[in-house]
């Protein structure tokens, strides 16, 4: 039996081999390799018996990229590898000792490798028991799986309190009524209960643990008998795994004989004779319950963000965070502390916090206004939470929300305006900050021819110029994502042939939760403020923010700039547009140089449209300035300039359209001037500007604004990132 046994192990890391050459392979397209990876990982959930011939091929994938210095092969072998260890629960230790020390060696790779690899050292060290019984002997906590379970399902229980939830954000701008149905029906699926769900977690949790001692089949019919009384197993299970993990390899011994309790006790309880091991039995990883949501409502976002993070009706929600947005910034701020270290200093300032208690919550330099004075206990009653009793673990203290846009540049233009928002009511009252870990996520849809090309890659839509920026600084990004653009329009059309199946096809939540599950490197992308001027109005210049585009059009040079994009398109140029002239605009800029920043005043342009972009083609870095480009009948006027600030104004008589985003729903007319500059955070706005009052003329920073970060950046989450 022994060679027969070897034989079938070959072939299948031979057919494990094969698969991921295909997925590494640069002549597949994009949409293949999101494919393939897909179906790999369907085999090992198929038959978990496949998992452990991956993983020693994925291992030696990543030995290779040592020795050949194949740095693009080292981001999906890690993700790929990660993955199937989590749904895994029978690899030898041997094996994962061989793990971890591959990873020990890619340590000293540039970021971002080292920081994923890290991560992943952390997670498969808090997997594998230490000392194992014998190297060839599976031994593993299944924490990976058991907390991923219970944070992405909300089980409720005494030892694991982290709770994530998924909100899905879809532009009404693309998704068409049939194509937002279709998507909600393969993305809300129906969850199991959760019994179920603890079933499937004691089932994992058990058989990782003591593998050959274990007979799944049994086990899986006893927990089906329970019923209800499922419940009081799993919460033990709970506590024995995060036990383990806090006593380490002193517990090991300890662990395994209460799961060998807990075994005995289910099988006892349920009339199943005690069988002392057998085959393991499938334990698929849940896809994490979704909310899907068309996003016609900018503010249900932060609903949705309270609701999850507070237990409170709307009402009550409603009168806490009702904030009038003209009021002066300075109404809110409270003077700086008057302590001076005098001991009747102090019991003045203890005086005023025993009449108004919930200022001691506020933020170090600044406290917000109490409006109504007591919304704070208001929310402090509600909160979901642990007691005292039950101390969170030291990296699981807040809940996580992962948001899911879904659409084009116009949706992450929404999301940026919505972001800064946020920020400025966090940067008032700190409610949500502590409390709740916000992770953005991008799937890039639109309603807009996309174009493959056997020479190069996808050529994406004119609205995707973030998610072409994506692909490019993460090629996984590119492979599984960016791919989905190009389906998901489709599945309005194969709704009713996905209803007839007996089996649907859940690619798309699939993939998504691969997405949510792996990506977890952040790509930074300026956020950009605009002071609208306009005509007829009194009063400060309107505020908006744009991440990615700002668009300036003159209603009589209309007809004028399309006529040379379509020249410049063919690389024509007539003599009758050679006569024509624009409109006469000034601007004050700072010039983006390699060696200095000189400012630029006083220039005027002669144009007919100026665009203006945070993403330039191409480019792989640089996202800290903006391109503005003018549409100008003469070539040998300026036509091109780099810049972060700038300011720009119409001479003439006349006004002009701005448009952010390149969404028309975020369309300004009438305007007569616009001043550009990085979005400054809302936190450190509030701490200047609360020091300003305070401060005799000095305009230099000092105290905790010296190292506060000025700018708001937009987190958008890839599997590789970028490092800053």
């Not at 999906?76 to 993955?83: A, D, S």
Request: aromatic letters at 6%; glycine letters at 4%; charged letters at 25%.
């Amino acid at each position: 039996m022994e060679p027969s046994t070897d034989s079938m192990s070959s072939a299948v890391e031979a057919s494990m081999y094969n698969s991921i050459q295909a997925i590494l392979r640069q002549a597949a397209s994009s949409c293949n390799k999101g494919m393939l990876r897909w179906t790999l990982h369907k085999k090992v959930e198929t038959h978990p018996s496949n998992s452990v011939s991956l993983v020693r091929v994925l291992v030696k994938e990543l030995e290779k990229v040592e020795r050949l210095d194949y740095k693009m092969h080292v981001i999906p072998l890690l993700h790929t590898l990660n993955y199937v260890i989590i749904q895994s629960s029978h690899i030898p230790c041997n094996l994962f000792q061989r793990v971890y020390e591959c990873f020990k060696r890619l340590l000293t790779l540039p970021e971002p490798y080292c920081t994923i690899t890290l991560r992943y050292m952390r997670s498969i060290k808090m997997e594998q028991i230490t000392p194992a019984p014998s190297p060839t002997i599976t031994s593993s906590t299944g924490a990976l799986y058991q907390r991923r379970v219970i944070a992405e399902q909300s089980l409720r229980n005494k030892h694991f309190p982290q709770q994530e939830r998924v909100f899905v954000f879809a532009d009404p701008a693309v998704f068409s009524e049939p194509l937002w149905q279709a998507v909600r029906a393969d993305l809300v699926l129906a969850s199991p209960q959760s019994d179920i769900l603890a079933r499937r977690v004691l089932l994992h949790t058990v058989q990782a643990g003591l593998v050959n001692a274990c007979h799944g089949p049994i086990l899986t019919q006893a927990l089906e008998d329970l019923g209800e009384d499922v419940e009081q197993y799993f919460q033990e299970v709970v506590l024995a795994v995060e036990q383990s993990i806090e006593n380490g390899e002193a517990g090991r011994d300890q662990y395994l004989t209460r799961l060998q309790h807990i075994y005995s006790d289910i099988l006892t309880s349920a009339n199943q004779d005690p069988i002392a091991g057998g085959s393991l039995s499938n334990t698929p990883l849940p896809s994490p319950e979704i909310q899907f949501h068309l996003w016609t409502n900018e503010e249900e976002l932060w609903n949705e963000l309270v609701n999850f993070t507070l237990n409170v009706s709307t009402s009550e929600r409603n009168s806490m965070y009702q904030e009038e947005e003209e009021e002066d910034v300075s109404k809110r701020v409270s003077h700086l502390s008057v302590d001076s270290g005098i001991e009747k200093d102090l019991s003045d300032m203890g005086e005023r916090e025993q009449r108004n208690p919930f200022t001691r919550s506020r933020s170090p330099c600044f406290r917000g206004r109490m409006k109504p004075e007591d919304k704070m206990a208001l929310v402090q009653e509600n909160i979901k939470g642990p007691t005292s009793s039950t101390p969170l673990p030291k990296e699981e203290g807040n809940h996580t929300a992962r948001i899911v846009m879904m659409g084009d540049d116009r949706v992450l233009g929404r999301l940026a305006k919505v972001y800064h928002s946020i920020r400025k009511r966090e940067a008032k009252h700190l409610i949500l900050t502590k409390r709740v870990n916000l992770q953005i996520y991008y799937i890039p849809v639109t309603d807009e021819p996309i174009v493959n090309s056997p020479e190069s890659k996808s050529q994406v839509g004119d609205r995707l110029s973030l998610a072409s920026f994506l692909g490019r600084v993460d090629p996984w990004y590119e492979s599984n994502i960016i791919s989905l653009g190009a389906m998901i329009p489709k599945l309005a059309g194969t709704q009713s042939s996905h209803s007839r199946s007996s089996e649907p096809n859940h690619f798309l939540v699939d993939v998504l939760s691969y997405y949510l599950r792996c990506g977890l490197q952040p790509v930074h992308f300026t956020l950009y403020s605009v002071k609208i001027s306009v005509s007829g109005q009194t009063g400060s210049p309107v505020d908006d923010v744009f991440v990615s585009h700002l668009d300036a059009e003159f209603p009589e040079s209309k007809t004028l700039r399309e006529n040379l994009r379509q020249e410049r398109s063919s690389r024509r140029r007539t003599r009758k547009t050679l006569g024509t002239c624009g409109v006469v605009v000034s601007m004050n800029y700072t010039k983006v140089s390699l060696s200095k920043q000189e400012v630029v005043q006083g220039m005027s342009v002669m144009t007919c449209g100026v665009g203006i972009s945070a993403i330039s083609p191409n480019e792989t870095e640089g996202l800290d300035f903006l391109t503005v480009n003018f549409d100008s009948t003469n070539p040998r006027c300026c036509t091109e300039i780099r810049t972060q600030n700038i300011k720009i104004r119409i001479l003439e008589d006349k006004t002009f359209t701005v448009c952010l985003d390149k969404d028309c729903r975020r369309k300004y007319t009438h305007v007569q001037s616009i001043e550009i500059s990085p979005c400054l955070d809302p936190g450190y706005c509030l701490q200047t500007s609360s020091k300003s009052k305070f401060s005799v003329g000095e305009e230099r920073e000092s105290g905790l604004s010296k190292y506060m970060c000025k700018i708001l950046p937009l987190p958008i989450n890839t599997f590789t990132g970028i490092n800053h």
